[in-house]
């Protein structure tokens, strides 16, 4: 089983659409997790932390599942640049990040 | 909103030379670390660094690579006798003391070894 297991995607939306990215792990020990997106050729960036309660940010709302080892994201009313890659991302208590391959997103007009 | 800064953006190299890929962290941060990205594939740890010591390293970061921070604010990944297969971007990332903390990541240098 692969350490951080993503939907592959592409997800092609309209403007305007809501779409949610799920994301499993492994190791029942990590501790801490994040949603980076990444653009073609550039840097992760974090787009935000996740917690146990989850938490919202604007349009974006992350939900982790600590029993199921689940992780998702949930974009509302998405827009042409929230196009990219979405990486989740886990980390163990050495701070290591283990990457998923990413889910890539491609919002359309 | 601090950064981190990677140099150069580009190099290029033919296979059997040494390069040395350059970043600052963010200047209160105190974990460092590198990751690489095959074109195409996914964000790969390599090694983490603090207080002047590899703190963990994955089994990509073989005795080709060393890491050091000769200065307070320069911390170095070097990758001797390269080969085709270290063609990537290489990414640098600093994070606080936190536990939890996310790291940020630098622009990243793509090497190209040929």
């Known amino acids: 089983r692969k350490e951080v297991e993503q939907d592959p995607g592409p997800f092609n939306v309209p403007e305007g659409a809501t779409v949610a990215f799920n994301c499993t792990y492994s190791?029942?020990?990590?501790?801490?997790f994040f949603w980076y997106r990444q653009d073609c050729r550039k840097e992760p960036k974090l787009l935000m932390s996740v917690y146990s309660s989850g938490n919202e940010d604007g349009r974006f709302t992350a939900q982790l599942n600590r029993a199921s080892q689940y992780i998702s994201l949930l974009i509302r009313d998405s827009k042409l640049s929230d196009s990219a890659t979405y990486l989740c991302v886990v980390a163990g208590s050495a701070r290591q990040l283990t990457f998923g391959s990413g889910t890539q997103l491609t919002v359309l007009p | 909103e601090p950064e981190v800064t990677q140099t150069p953006s580009h190099q290029v190299t033919q296979m059997g030379q040494e390069v040395i890929l350059r970043c600052v962290p963010i200047?209160?941060?105190?974990?460092f670390y590198w990751y690489r990205q095959i074109l195409g594939q996914k964000v790969e740890f390599l090694v983490s660094?603090?207080?002047?010591?590899?703190?963990?390293k994955s089994e990509i970061f073989d005795d080709q690579f060393s890491v050091e921070r000769p200065d307070g604010s320069n911390f170095t990944l070097k990758i001797r006798s390269t080969k085709l297969e270290d063609s990537a971007m290489y990414f640098c990332?600093?994070?606080?003391?936190?536990?939890?903390?996310?790291?940020?990541f630098g622009n990243g240098t793509r090497l190209t070894v040929t």
């Open positions: 990332a600093s994070s606080d003391r936190s536990q939890g903390s996310p790291l940020h």
């Open positions: 660094f603090y207080n002047n010591e590899i703190s963990e």
């Open positions: 190791n029942s020990a990590s501790q801490s």
């Open positions: 200047s209160n941060h105190l974990y």
